[in-house]
């Protein structure tokens, strides 16, 4: 095989969270099981794929030997690397796309990695609940995939989401977190009721609540949260007489004494304790 063909069916991605080594080796995986790489086809050396591939020669040679290791490919002294296996199972290539990399988020690519092991090639790939980098990482995908696995969450710009999306295959479709309105056809999804769910929750805390006589939530302008966790809170403090309020900036907000603050964002919960330690108050309820 010419080089300039090998390296047409190598892609390594910038906005991908997978290490690029794997990239590299998942790419000539996914040649070999499409037949356009064959047994004995001779593979560029460390130092070409460093160079054209704009890697560093580490990541080349850490995919080259994690290849050696799977039988994918051999290496004879003085001649470099070549094709070694093409009679292996073809995995289950999945596109994972999240909104941003959390404690939250890690669990749940854990949990993919755990239960498909092996039997799987992960692209894993982080937006920033951007949605011009949403867009563009589902519009400029090189290859198929056996399913699509998308958090959707942004912080503006999301009203184009269900177009973007309705170009997937549905049947390869899982939504998470997040219902998408006018996402249309058969597809899966696992999602929260972000009202219902907040409603909930401060019911079962109603009677630690009513020691207090306003609560307030910290929402800020800029943000991925959905519309519906505002709606959930407005309508249990309606319901049950709580005066009410949303924060939009806690950096502004003068706190006092009788007041609950819910919170969504870890830097807003560090401003909101450093604000109640300034206090000096004798007792406080974080």
């Not at 990239?23 to 130092?47: F, M, R, T, W, Y």
């Not at 519009?139 to 942004?154: E, G």
């Not at 907000?253 to 330690?277: P, Q, R, T």
Request: with cysteine; hydrophobic share 40%; aromatic share 12%.
């Amino acid at each position: 095989m010419k080089t300039a063909d090998f390296f047409s069916l190598i892609h390594v991605d910038e906005y991908s969270a997978t290490p690029k080594y794997l990239q590299l080796s998942d790419s000539i995986i996914e040649a070999i099981e499409d037949g356009k790489l064959q047994k004995n086809d001779v593979l560029p050396s460390i130092n070409e794929l460093s160079y054209i591939l704009e890697i560093s020669r580490d990541t080349a040679e850490k995919g080259y030997k994690y290849l050696k290791k799977k039988g994918v490919i051999v290496s004879v002294p003085g001649k470099g690397y070549y094709i070694g296996q093409t009679d292996f199972k073809k995995k289950i290539k999945i596109f994972l796309l999240f909104n941003k990399l959390s404690v939250h988020k890690k669990i749940i690519f854990d949990s993919f990695v755990a239960a498909l092991g092996e039997e799987a090639v992960i692209p894993f790939y982080v937006y920033n609940n951007d949605f011009a980098i949403f867009k563009k990482l589902i519009q400029n995908r090189r290859t198929d995939y056996s399913h699509y696995v998308i958090i959707p969450h942004f912080v503006e710009g999301g009203d184009g989401a269900a177009e973007i999306i309705n170009t997937l295959p549905k049947e390869k479709l899982i939504l998470i977190d997040k219902k998408v309105a006018g996402v249309c056809g058969n597809y899966s999804a696992i999602y929260e009721n972000f009202e219902k769910d907040i409603y909930n929750a401060l019911t079962q805390a109603r009677e630690a609540l009513g020691k207090y006589h306003t609560l307030k939530l910290i929402f800020p302008k800029r943000s991925y949260f959905p519309q519906e966790i505002i709606n959930g809170f407005r309508l249990f403090c309606q319901q049950y007489a709580f005066g009410h309020h949303i924060v939009h900036d806690i950096k502004s907000e003068a706190i006092g004494e009788g007041e609950v603050y819910i919170n969504l964002m870890e830097d807003d919960l560090v401003v909101l304790i450093e604000k109640i330690i300034s206090f000096n108050w004798a007792q406080m309820s974080v």
